[in-house]
């Protein structure tokens, strides 16, 4: 079956009118709990008073969100003006040294923010590295790296490189985490880039540019130093016509984003919901399956908001950096999922890409997998809710390899040639509803509780069953249908179908007035 198989009108229109009742049914409910338990003891914590202009209370259950939005906004904000001021100021006057220019005002940033120390430790680990790279041995560099990561999640190391940073204040962890993170993670692709490299190796200076760019330094993205390199050397900086319309108007969305969030969370408390079982239990199938459709929704919205405000700002300063995660709502397969596309194109070009090939063996694609999840594992932290995750998620990503290949065999192969495109396309959005419930599950274990999904999946499966469960799939159907039709049009526009052969030049024109007294 082909991505361009189109349904009817009519059969489109009706699974979008399913859809539509489906989620505000979901939201009426969540609505109705959020307001008759705000004064929930257990809530009192996480829900606060609100918007004068509202009356009602606000969630805040949600640190990050707090943290980019409202605690530390104002230091967030100053600290880019900071860097779009300097880095415009010297893409007028000297453009081939903006890059230096990025790198000094990214290290008197970590200085002022973190202490000295903190900064002889981010270089101890940067000198490491690069002196490993340059005897450009591939496993020699993912072995260091992944030590080096590795100190930063287990005693007596996180407590004794903890003591590196000065001062006492709410955000030391965050940084000190983010910071190190991610430092260690550039650093690996700065030398498996370097070991790739046949003439010569690249200088320490280069190293330090890409480490101590600002945007990226603390939250990410990740951008791979071979595209990094590329870009911020390039001395052409001509915009392409209508892209300084583009990123304003990608600020201005993510404004109004911000804003409609928090105003959602005075009716909506889908993060503070879940943390209290009791209350769980006694509350109606569709709130449950809405309250984990929503959590994971909500975590898109803030991953991509969180990542847009900081590629607004590298787009000012001439970069292409990392798409933010696609939606979950647009997920049915599990080869797509990731919240994080910086960490998602790392992993897939040093590791899951180079060890798995073209994706077609199946050994080698478990072998790709098992090394892609279990770095991923050290990058989260290992911990029981990690580790069944990454298992869940790395089982289905070959489940998926594994049931291709079977169908494809005859008779399968067959079966689907003699059907209708339209007919693949339903049932293949059959086993894709099975898949995006998976995918849910999978990841509301990791987002909430290992107890929530649990209990999810008691309601959704056990309990349920029959009624909820058919209801619920039928939706869900409903849903991948949805996003194959824009997969479709999208595919129409990127690859339109070629235009029918003109006729010969000397083929015989018929003559309209024959054909009218015919």
Not at 77 to 85: E, P, Q, T, W, Y
Not at 313 to 323: I, N, Q
Not at 390 to 412: D, I, Q, R
Request: hydrophobic fraction near 50%.
């Amino acid at each position: 079956m082909g991505i361009k198989a189109a349904l009817p009108k009519y059969e489109i229109y009706f699974y979008n009118t399913v859809l539509c009742l489906a989620m505000f049914w979901a939201t009426s409910w969540i609505f109705e709990v959020s307001s008759s338990n705000a004064n929930r003891k257990t809530f009192k914590t996480s829900v606060k008073p609100g918007w004068y202009y509202f009356g009602r209370k606000m969630e805040t259950a949600d640190f990050e969100w707090l943290m980019w939005f409202s605690t530390f906004r104002d230091h967030i904000i100053f600290a880019l003006s900071g860097h779009v001021l300097f880095a415009k100021i010297c893409s007028m006057l000297a453009p081939q040294y903006r890059s230096l220019v990025y790198m000094v005002y990214g290290l008197l940033a970590v200085w002022t923010s973190m202490g000295w120390t903190y900064v002889t430790l981010i270089l101890s680990h940067c000198i490491l590295l690069y002196s490993i790279s340059l005897v450009k041995i591939r496993w020699l560099c993912f072995v260091t790296g992944l030590c080096t990561l590795a100190t930063f999640k287990c005693e007596p190391f996180i407590s004794w490189q903890a003591g590196f940073v000065e001062g006492d204040f709410e955000l030391r962890p965050v940084f000190f985490y983010g910071g190190c993170g991610f430092t260690i993670m550039r650093c690996m692709s700065f030398a498996l880039e370097n070991c790739e490299r046949k003439d010569g190796n690249y200088n320490i200076l280069e190293l330090l540019k890409y480490n101590f760019y600002l945007p990226f330094f603390y939250f990410g993205p990740i951008m791979t130093f071979d595209k990094f390199y590329v870009q911020v050397n390039r001395c052409d900086l001509t915009r392409k016509e209508r892209e300084m319309w583009n990123i304003n108007l990608q600020g201005v969305i993510h404004l109004i984003v911000i804003i409609v969030v928090d105003i959602l969370f005075h009716f909506m408390y889908i993060l503070t919901i879940p943390t209290d079982l009791k209350l769980m239990k006694h509350l109606s199938d569709w709130a449950l399956v809405g309250l984990a459709y929503f959590n994971l929704v909500y975590d898109w919205v803030k991953a991509a908001v969180m990542f847009g405000v900081i590629n607004t700002v590298s787009r000012l300063d001439h970069l292409d950096p990392p798409k933010p995660p696609k939606c979950i709502t647009m997920l049915y397969v599990f080869a797509e999922t990731h919240f994080d596309r910086g960490i998602n194109d790392w992993l897939c070009k040093y590791v899951y890409n180079y060890l798995g090939g073209k994706h077609e063996n199946m050994v080698e694609e478990l072998v790709a997998t098992l090394c892609t999840f279990g770095i991923t594992i050290l990058w989260l932290g290992p911990c029981q809710v990690v580790l069944i995750w990454a298992f869940l998620n790395c089982f289905g990503l070959n489940f998926e390899l594994w049931t291709a290949k079977f169908f494809s065999v005859e008779p399968f192969s067959s079966f689907e040639m003699a059907m209708s495109e339209a007919m693949s396309r339903r049932i293949r959005a059959i086993f894709n509803t099975f898949n995006f419930w998976s995918i849910v599950l999978y990841n509301v274990l990791a987002l909430n509780s290992l107890d929530f999904a649990k209990l999810v999946a008691k309601r959704l499966l056990l309990k349920g069953f029959p009624i909820t469960t058919i209801l619920v799939m039928f939706v869900t159907y409903c849903l991948i249908q949805v996003i194959k039709e824009q997969e479709r049009r999208q595919a129409l526009i990127d690859n339109p179908d070629p235009l029918p052969p003109a006729p010969p030049p000397n083929a015989p024109v018929a003559d309209p007035s024959k054909e009218k007294a015919e």
